[in-house]
C-alpha cells in the first residue's frame, strides 16, 4: 500500500514539476496565481487538475478553449510517480529515498526545461543542491565526501569549460552545464 501511495505523491509533485517547467525560464513565480491553460489562459479547476485522470477525462483537451493538451504533461506525472516509486521500493519509507527523489526531481525538472529553452535554472539546481546537503546531514551520509565530490566535479567541468572556450572562441557548452555537475 506504501508502494502505492508514494506513486500517487509522485503524480502529484509531477503536476506541481509541469508548472515548475513552464513558469520558471518564463520568469514567473511559481507560487502565486492558479494554473491556466497556456492557450487560452483560463484558470483551471481543482477538477481540471488531478493528474493523468483529468487528461484522459477532458479527451486531451482543454475544457475551456478545446486546445490539445500536450502528452507530455501526463508523461512527466508517470515519470515522476514511478521515480517516486522506485525509491520507496529501492529504499523504503527512509530520508534515503527522499534523497534520491530529490535528485531525479532536479534532473527531470532540469531535463525538461533544457530541452524546451537551452537553459539550465539556477534556481532549481540551488533548491535542490540546499535539499540534498540537508537530506545528506540528517541521514548521515558521508556529506564531508559528497561536497567535496561536488567540488570535484565543478572543477573539472569548469576547467573543461574554460579549456574549450579558449581553444573555440566561444562557449562549447553553458556555464549551466558546470554548475549541474557540481550539483549532482
Do not use: Q
Not at 475544457?63 to 510517480?81: Q, V
Not at 541521514?139 to 561536488?150: E, Q, R
Request: with cysteine; glycine share 8%; aromatic share 18%.
Amino acid at each position: 500500500i506504501f508502494g502505492v501511495v508514494f506513486f500517487i505523491y509522485g503524480m502529484l509533485f509531477g503536476s506541481f514539476y509541469n508548472v515548475v517547467i513552464y513558469r520558471i525560464p518564463l520568469d514567473m513565480s511559481i507560487a502565486k496565481g492558479r494554473s491556466m491553460c497556456p492557450s487560452c489562459s483560463t484558470s483551471l479547476r481543482a477538477i481540471d487538475l488531478v493528474p493523468l485522470f483529468s487528461w484522459i477525462f477532458l479527451g486531451r483537451r482543454c475544457r475551456y478553449c478545446k486546445s490539445e493538451i500536450s502528452l507530455r504533461y501526463p508523461l512527466i506525472e508517470l515519470a515522476t510517480g514511478g521515480l517516486f516509486l522506485l525509491s520507496y521500493l529501492v529504499f523504503g519509507p527512509s530520508l534515503e529515498a527522499l534523497f534520491y527523489i530529490s535528485l531525479w526531481s532536479m534532473l527531470l525538472i532540469t531535463a525538461m526545461i533544457d530541452y524546451d529553452h537551452m537553459i539550465i535554472s539556477d534556481a532549481v539546481l540551488l533548491f535542490f543542491t540546499v535539499l540534498g546537503i540537508a537530506l545528506n546531514l540528517f541521514i548521515g551520509f558521508d556529506y564531508k565526501s559528497h561536497i567535496l565530490g561536488g567540488i570535484a566535479g565543478f572543477s573539472f567541468y569548469l576547467l573543461i569549460y574554460v579549456a574549450a572556450k579558449a581553444i573555440y572562441k566561444k562557449e562549447a557548452f553553458g556555464f549551466g552545464d558546470v554548475m549541474l555537475i557540481g550539483a549532482i
